[in-house]
């Protein structure tokens, strides 16, 4: 029942896309159509025209084919499977992979307190995340700048931030020293295929697909930004009952499996 459920959602999300698509696809076409159509008409012409014609075609083409490919994979994302997580760990252990991410010029700090409370989330899922927010916020920035991630434990009222219920949460923050984001584009940035990034660097899916999470996770995402100044990011994620599994007690219940 719940993958059921899962897959009615997941439909839901891409009817609600589909609209846009099949405009965005139906403006290629016209390009590709068009195109064709032309180099027709000059068939007894120069070569270099209609050579201009078939290249206006093909590029029409290979966009509609990009825009079914990411269609089809946002259609396609990973069903969660959630475990017990402590997040402190989880972001110190990404330290590595964010330099990497991020590149040389840029710092990366990681500011992870132990003795976050444990949430019960997919793991994979929010590492990826992580590092999305962290490529968003590389891109912020050209090149130079600070980039500071963060887990702290906060109560939040119902409504605080987004939709969210009333409880206990570990807010995970990427902030940024970037170009910031102008309000509109805040208010549109969770919209799938929303991008301010040129054809080929964004897919305008990271955010989107963050906010499925955060909200398939019992969560929220907030964004606080200033043109300019810089973004920070920030998934919630509900404190689970159960105390996290760490690797250090993994690794002591397998001493003892031993025994
Ligand atoms: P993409 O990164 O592929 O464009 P996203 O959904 O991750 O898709 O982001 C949507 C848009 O939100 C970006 O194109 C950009 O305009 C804006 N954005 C996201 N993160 C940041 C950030 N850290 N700083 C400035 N703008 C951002």
Known sequence: AEAQLRQVQKMEAVGQLTGGIAHDFNNMLAVVVG???LARRRLNG????????????????????????????????????????????LVTGMSDLLDRTIGERIQVEVDAVPGTWPIYVDSHQLENAIVNLAVNARDAMEGVGRMQVSTRNVTLAAGEIGDVQAGDYVRISVSDTGCGMAPEVIERAFEPFFTTKPVGKGTGLGLSQIFGFAHQSGGEVGIESVVGKGTTVSIYLPRSAAPAVTTAAMGMMQDQDDV
Do not use: K, Y
């Not at 093909?58 to 969660?80: D, K, N, Q, V």
């Open 35 to 37: 195109g064709i159509d």
């Open 46 to 89: 120069p070569r270099r025209e209609i050579m201009t014609h078939l290249n206006n075609a093909m590029e029409g083409a290979t966009r509609a084919a990009a825009l079914t490919r990411r269609l089809l994979s946002f259609a396609r994302s990973e069903p969660l499977l959630p475990d017990s997580v402590d997040p402190a760990e």
